[in-house]
């Protein structure tokens, strides 16, 4: 897999990525905004380790 593909590329497999990042929360209605797959996982995964880090703070507040 190239580190850079293209939307027009693999259109499905981006496709995927922005439906992950609008089920976090975040759209992507500008058509610049993301152009490439990389781009987006990466975006989805920064949205995600955020969550994660938020639940954990707020999981050990509660309980510790």
């Given at each position: 897999m190239?580190?850079?593909?293209?939307?027009?590329?693999?259109?499905?497999?981006?496709?995927?990525?922005?439906?992950?990042?609008?089920?976090?929360g975040i759209s992507m209605n500008t058509k610049d905004a993301c152009n490439n797959i990389k781009e987006a996982s990466e975006l989805t995964e920064e949205v995600k380790q955020i969550f994660y880090e938020e639940y954990q703070r707020t999981y050990n507040e509660n309980n510790g």
């Open positions: 190239h580190t850079y593909m293209a939307k027009a590329e693999y259109p499905d497999r981006f496709s995927w990525w922005l439906n992950e990042l609008e089920s976090l």
